[in-house]
């Protein structure tokens, strides 16, 4: 899964972190192997044209469809960039999302008034999933896939929970 849980204590009491972060299919070793074979099989029908003037007109035009996919795949990675961070202490709850171009958005709340929930219907994407509190609602994780949002959903909703009870009495 595309996120991940880190369990730390401070001087409040225990933390929670959660680090989300977009699915990449393609890695880079696979991004320069399908360069190589899209150069490959778009140069095999240029062999016969050797030494013709047909080769320099058609050249220019191979060249800009793998340039087009070469720009279009790193486009692709510098959008996928962007991770969010939930903080989820004792005393409060803090977002942090990092967009593509380095800019972040911060949303905080008290752990008590944080709530989770999900839309199943009426957001960008289905079982969409947002944070409320303080008088805002924030998206978390939209980028996930539909099975991944509604995990993280249960996840959330269950770090809240321990957040938000009363520590137990020492004995």
Known sequence: MP???????????????????????????????FIFVTCAMLSLPLY???????????????????GGI??????????????????????????RRTNPRGD???????????????????GPVPHYVTLRGKGREVEIGAFLSEDERKALYGEIADALKQAAAPPAPAQ
């Open 3 to 33: 996120y991940q849980w880190n369990d730390s204590k401070s001087e409040t009491g225990p933390v929670r972190q959660l680090r989300v972060w977009p699915h990449r299919s393609l890695p880079r070793k696979g991004f320069a192997i």
């Open 48 to 66: 016969p044209l050797l030494g013709t003037v047909t080769l320099w007109g058609l050249l220019p035009f191979l060249l800009a469809a793998v």
């Open 70 to 95: 070469w720009w279009a795949l790193e486009t692709s990675y510098k959008n996928a960039m962007l991770h969010e961070e939930l903080t989820i202490g004792q005393d409060e709850v803090h977002l």
């Open 104 to 122: 972040t958005q911060d949303w905080d709340c008290q752990s008590y008034w944080a709530k989770v929930h999900m839309h199943q219907s009426g």
